[in-house]
T-cell receptor
Framework: DTGVSQDPRHKITKRGQNVTFRCDPI?????LYWYRQTLGQGPEFLTY????????KSRLLSDRFSAERPKGSFSTLEIQRTEQGDSAMYLC???????????FGDGTRLSIL | SQELEQSPQSLIVQEGKNLTINCTSS?????LYWYKQKYGEGLIFLMM?????EEKSHEKITAKLDEKKQQSSLHITASQPSHAGIYLC?????????FGQGTRLTINP
């Protein structure tokens, strides 16, 4: 069990640029989740996949955000035309059933200049 | 939508002292998870509670879910520097977790 892996750990970019984050879940987990966490707050749900199907998206996920999990393994989260308000920690988690714990990666911290 | 309120938001205790963190839900809890987070890092799973009145312990940390399943508490006995961090409660929402705002715990030597 190598745990959930996220890359990069830190991303600094200029406003208006596009960024992409990657998440590699625990191999036997069929569910993958993306959350966003701002300073002093708990994580907020963005979206989740069961295998390759994206089953739910939060209202927080504007049109500038897109997530994929093409082969039901790793996932990418892309933010287009980044804005100042996108600065946050983006956390990925994986799991099996809905009533079982989700296991989190170390996150990608995004800073918008 | 379900909301979780944690109290206190911040806690400073002397090493060796006991402490309690509370998590109150606006709706019945069907699954309650406690996580710990160190600054700038991901969440580490601590415990899961599902049944009213359930109590679980791991090392010096005990978590309880009340009978009515709308409140949970996390109790640390004889706190150590390694207990410092942010403690988050999370509830089973519809196919996702809903989190409280977190409690920042500082342990003073």
């Amino acid at each position: 069990d190598t745990g959930v892996s996220q890359d990069p750990r830190h991303k600094i970019t200029k406003r208006g640029q596009n960024v992409t984050f990657r998440c590699d879940p625990i191999s036997e987990h069929n569910r993958l989740y993306w959350y966003r966490q701002t300073l002093g707050q708990g994580p907020e749900f963005l979206t989740y996949f069961q295998n390759e199907a994206q089953l739910e998206k939060s209202r927080l996920l504007s049109d500038r955000f897109s997530a994929e999990r093409p082969k039901g393994s790793f996932s990418t989260l892309e933010i287009q035309r980044t804005e100042q308000g996108d600065s946050a920690m983006y956390l990925c988690a994986s799991g099996t059933l809905s009533n079982q714990p989700q296991h989190f990666g170390d996150g990608t911290r995004l800073s918008i200049l | 939508s379900q909301e979780l309120e944690q109290s206190p938001q911040s806690l400073i205790v002397q090493e060796g002292k006991n402490l309690t963190i509370n998590c109150t839900s606006s709706k019945t809890l069907y699954g309650l998870y406690w996580y710990k987070q160190k600054y700038g890092e991901g969440l580490i799973f601590l415990m899961m509670l599902q049944k009213g009145g359930e109590e679980k312990s791991h090392e010096k940390i005990t978590a309880k879910l009340d009978e009515k399943k709308q409140q949970s508490s996390l109790h640390i006995t004889a706190s150590q520097p390694s207990h410092a961090g942010i403690y988050l409660c999370g509830a089973d929402g519809t196919q996702k977790l809903v989190f409280g705002q977190g409690t920042r715990l500082t342990i003073n030597p």
